[in-house]
């Protein structure tokens, strides 16, 4: 017997759609599932001024959907204008603002060094309510790859969080238990999203066997007792935890290099493996708050009203192994195991 399970539309509350000839080429991916995401900013060049935010969305209505609805950020720099952001705000052309530690991850160079030329926009942000989502690694050369998420929580977040009481903060793509430990242990004005690939994959999925360089993404995956306290984070129905794919496509020639980039590409075949994930954990009755209400809750927007179903059956699903862009091939994430749970809308 077919087993099936019916939740309110799922947004995703961290994507990277690029621009140009990759942006047409996997906006579909997203704009198929999801209602609404939030759009990373970390274009070349970045994403940093309100006219840049409307020119972008733009770009990204003309290859989506006309019901796809991407909401908008903004790349924080020293430089940012504070009046700028609250009007962005205001204009409803802005949903959050992003802070990327200057060269933490892809094309992050203008991102932030001396944090406290950032304390004006940080304090306009807490006075109007506008989100800080958290690029949460540090980039001291000194600090080990894998302890960069748990080293920015003492070293900088906690600190602009301390400093700045009412700011609402989402430390984005948290792959760590002390990530989730820090968020369980604080108030309702700080939440996480969760990667579909770091609810599967560990540091050993990357390595053992020879260099994954699909797997490879910022941050990095650790080891399995934080993918398993990722799991459980996301299948317990915390309302701080939601769901942001970061799905992040680089051309195959890119990732499989001898310096690749680091990122994901998971939009394809992402609501499945969620399933998959939350199914085994005996939670699929949680999936709807991870996926599509605890999300909007925290941005105080209305959950979507229209539905997706998704259908359990004996054959696996058949997804592409790549998708074919103007730009390049892009390869799929490959969770490692048949997925069953399809979107039949
Ligand atoms: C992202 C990208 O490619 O833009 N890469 C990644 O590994 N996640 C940037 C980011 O979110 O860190
Ligand atoms: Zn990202």
């Known amino acids: 017997m077919s087993q099936s399970i019916t939740i309110p539309r799922p ?3 961290h994507l990277h759609l690029r621009d140009g000839a990759m942006l047409a080429g996997i906006a579909p991916e997203t704009a198929r599932h999801f209602a609404r995401a939030i759009i990373m900013p970390n274009l070349v060049p970045p994403v940093v001024t309100s006219a840049d935010a409307t020119a972008y969305r733009e770009r990204i209505l ?23 952001v609250v009007a962005a ?16 991850t892809t094309n992050s160079a203008s991102g932030v060094v001396n944090f406290e030329n950032v304390y004006p926009v940080l304090e306009a942000m807490a006075e109007n309510g506008i989100p800080l989502l958290c690029h949460g690694e540090v980039t001291d050369s000194e600090i080990d790859i894998f302890d960069r998420e748990a080293v920015f ?13 009412g700011l609402k903060v989402v430390m984005e793509h948290i792959t760590t238990a002390d990530a989730v430990a820090y968020v ?38 650790k080891r399995e007792r934080h993918r398993q306290a990722l799991v459980n984070a996301a299948i317990s129905g915390d309302k701080r ?12 020639d890119a990732k499989e ?8 590409f998971t939009a394809t075949n992402t609501l499945s493996i969620l399933a998959h994930v939350f199914e085994n954990g005996s939670a699929l009755q949680n999936l709807e708050r991870f996926t599509s209400r605890n999300g909007p809750g925290f941005y105080g927007l209305p959950v979507n009203s229209d539905t997706i179903t998704l259908v ?7 997804y592409p192994a790549k998708i074919e862009t103007d730009a390049g091939p892009v390869t799929v994430f490959d969770p490692g195991f048949p997925l069953f749970w399809r979107v039949v809308q």
């Open 11 to 13: 947004d995703d509350w």
């Open 257 to 264: 290099s001898a310096c690749g980039c680091a990122g994901c």
């Open 241 to 252: 935890f939601f769901h942001g794919t970061d799905s992040a496509p680089h051309t195959d």
């Open 312 to 318: 359990k059956s004996d054959s696996p699903v058949e």
């Open 89 to 104: 705000h205001k204009g409803g052309i802005i949903s959050a603002v992003k802070l990327y530690p200057a060269g933490a």
């Open 184 to 221: 369980q242990d604080q108030p309702e004005n700080l939440a996480a999203t969760i990667t579909t690939h770091h609810l599967v994959i560990n540091r050993n999925h990357i390595l053992v066997g020879g260099i994954k360089p699909h797997y490879y993404c910022l941050p990095v995956a």
């Open 153 to 165: 929580i003492d070293r900088v977040l906690d600190p602009i969080r301390q400093k700045f009481q």
């Open 62 to 84: 003309a290859v989506t959907s006309a019901d796809f609805i991407p909401l908008m950020t903004l790349y924080l720099t020293e430089d940012t204008d504070p009046a700028d």
